[in-house]
């Protein structure tokens, strides 16, 4: 557990601190001031790019952990204007005056596109904000504003593509990827997002030929892992479907996450009923079961794939 110390607190007013608006671990979780209501357990959105994150070693010493690259975070932790967030494996600490509450991000982003309204970094952090309250139609007009602004950001195709994705326009999410791919040619994610479209689309060729670019360039990507498993355990065609490789792929997928994205051992559970190995299948997808989050999100797909493992049975995408 951690908190800022007074050591800490007296270094912000440092210029190297306040230039890289980074704060400090230390020995144990505060709330917020008396009378403050706390950000942690919400969702909040950074301000802007090249927000730095750390915290301080025992031996005082400041520890810089890097920048803050996802658009939003769920706070952990507040100490004194400060936050905690998680980012990828590591805690860190950062400047509370460079988020803002989901609640409120609309709204400030929104002045701040008065402010500066040829600048497109406000329209993607307020696309984001709308897609994390599920308005698509809000998001993508804000994320096309940024494109027209700035067309050459890869990412910002992604997240388009991505935002189609959800509106189930799966021609628009591959033209928006495929833009992104020219910026980025070698970029496996974007791959993966290509052959997941395809995968919609039924176009199962062409969702494996995706994949298989995908970990051709990044071996050890577990998403692209997990889907090529997916596929090859449940694809309706039979000449695609491999359950010995599937089930390779999928347990490699697992330990590369340390078996901490449960949504992957429902996958290890449909590529073992393809091999036939169904006491193992509904091992785990009973496993996967007994995770709440996993239960709300894939609910009576999941429980209905149980009954067909149950019943030697593989599963087949419809």
Known sequence: ?????????????????????????????????????????????????????????????????????QLSYVCTGEDNGWLKAVHGDQYGWFDKVDAVLLEDAVAYFTKAIERTPKDPSPYVR???????????????????????????????????????????EFDKALSDHEEALKLNPKDAA????????????????????????????????????????????????????????AVALAKKACELTNNKIIVYLGTLAA?????????EAVRLQERALENAEYRRDWGEDAQDRLELYRQKKAYRQE
């Open 1 to 69: 557990m951690f908190r800022i110390t007074s050591v800490s607190i007296a270094m912000v007013g440092q210029t190297f601190l306040s230039a890289i608006a980074i704060v400090i671990l230390v020995v144990s979780t505060c709330a917020a001031g008396a009378g403050e209501a706390t950000w942690t357990g919400k969702t909040i959105v950074i301000k802007r790019p090249g927000v730095k994150f750390g915290y301080t070693d025992d031996d005082g010493k400041q520890v810089y952990l890097g920048t803050l690259d």
């Open 126 to 168: 307020r696309a984001w904000a709308w897609r994390l309250v599920g308005d698509w139609d809000k998001a993508i007009a804000d994320q096309s504003e940024a494109l027209r602004l700035n067309p050459k950001v890869a990412d910002w195709w992604n997240t388009r593509g991505s935002l189609w994705f959800q509106k189930k």
């Open 190 to 245: 974007t791959l993966h997002s290509v052959a997941l479209a395809w995968m919609r689309k039924k176009d199962f060729s062409q969702a494996l030929a995706n994949l298989d670019r995908a970990l051709a360039i990044d071996g050890k990507l577990a998403r692209a892992l997990n889907s090529k498993a997916w596929l090859l355990a449940t694809c309706p065609d039979d000449k695609i479907r491999n359950g010995a490789e």
């Open 271 to 279: 590529a073992h009923a393809e091999a036939g190995q169904f006491e």
